[in-house]
């Protein structure tokens, strides 16, 4: 069983940046497939960015050159840098490890930009 916890999220102006964390609060994340997805109410849950437990990570092309991830192993997270940020942006962003036939999700943290 994994436990994830999403941290992070706020209230920032446009061209601003943040940091999301997903952390593990029971479980090791380090063989799971980590996925960053945002969510608008009343939209579908779109992908953002993921990495694998060895690091190999692609992110949405919407937010490439903006968006990174990363994973800490060590500290049992995943991180997700947000730069630039536009209103767009504003969502709830979850996180979910998956693995094989296992998938867990957090509750989100919710991100908005506005000025």
């Known amino acids: 069983q994994v436990q994830l916890v999403e941290s992070g999220g706020g209230l920032v102006q446009p061209g601003g940046s943040l940091r999301l964390s997903c952390a593990a609060s029971t479980g090791s994340l380090g063989r799971y497939i980590i996925t960053w997805y945002r969510q608008i109410p009343g939209q579908q849950r779109k992908f953002v960015a993921d990495i694998t437990g060895g690091g190999t990570s692609k992110v949405a092309d919407s937010v490439k050159g903006r968006f990174s991830i990363s994973r800490d192993n060590a500290n049992n997270t995943v991180y997700l840098q947000m730069s630039s940020l536009q209103p767009d942006d504003t969502a709830v962003y979850l996180c979910?490890?998956?693995?094989?036939?296992?998938?867990?999700w957090g509750r989100g943290t919710q991100v908005t930009v506005s000025s």
């Open positions: 979910s490890a998956r693995w094989l036939r296992e998938t867990y």
